[in-house]
Nanobody, 122 residues
C-alpha cells in the first residue's frame, strides 16, 4: 500500500513558475514508477511525465516537454514537478501516481493522491 499527498498548487500568472511536491509513504517504494497527471475541465486525464524511483529516468508528455521537470528525493520520499513558462492551458488538478509498470496510461497506476489545483491566469 502506498499513500501519496500532493502540495504546492496555486494561482500563477502566465509565464510564471511553480513547484509541486508529492509526499510518498508505504512499503516497497523502490518497486514503483511515479508519475504526474493533469485533469483539466472538459478534458481527459493527461500524462505529464514519469520517473523511475530508483533509476531516476524520466519521460514527459509532448505538451510539457522542455517546460516541466520531474525529480525525486529518495531520502525524503518526495516527488517533485517543477513547472516553468506556464500557460493558461496548464490549468488543472495535478495528481501524482505510483505504479509498477512503465506507462503513460493512467490505467496502469495503482495508487493516487487527491491532487492539488493549479490555475494559470493570462
Amino acid at each position: 500500500q502506498v499513500q501519496l499527498v500532493e502540495f504546492g498548487g496555486g494561482l500563477v500568472q502566465a509565464g510564471g513558475s511553480l513547484r509541486l511536491s508529492c509526499g510518498a509513504s508505504g512499503r516497497g517504494l523502490s518497486n514503483y514508477h511515479m508519475a504526474w497527471f493533469r485533469q483539466s475541465p472538459g478534458l481527459e486525464r493527461e500524462f505529464i511525465g514519469r520517473i523511475s524511483w530508483i533509476a531516476g529516468t524520466t519521460s514527459y508528455g509532448d505538451s510539457v516537454k522542455g517546460r516541466f521537470t520531474i525529480s525525486r528525493d529518495v531520502a525524503k520520499n518526495t516527488l517533485y514537478l517543477e513547472m516553468t513558462n506556464l500557460e493558461p492551458e496548464d490549468t488543472g488538478v495535478y495528481r501524482c501516481a505510483a505504479g509498477v509498470a512503465v506507462s503513460r496510461s493512467s490505467y496502469r497506476y495503482d495508487y493516487w493522491g487527491h491532487g492539488t489545483p493549479v490555475t494559470v491566469s493570462s
